[in-house]
């Protein structure tokens, strides 16, 4: 089940998307950012911030009665 963070850490995943694309597709072809940093935010976004999003558990409580 998805808590809070996991739902945090998604919705970051999103966004880093939404900037990497838009960084995708500013200037001409040979633009710099175009060519590095956008491929790597993105790569960071579906390598990385999702797949932690999607698979985080954090911390379990013991319950003790």
Do not use: E, H, W
Request: a positive charge.
């Amino acid at each position: 089940m998805l808590n809070r963070k996991n739902i945090i850490l998604i919705a970051i995943g999103v966004l880093l998307l939404v900037i990497g694309f838009l960084c995708l597709a500013t200037g001409p072809a040979d633009n710099p950012v175009s060519l590095t940093v956008a491929p790597l935010i993105l790569v960071v976004a579906y390598m990385v911030v999702i797949p932690i999003g999607i698979l985080f558990t954090g911390k379990k409580q013991d319950k003790q009665d």
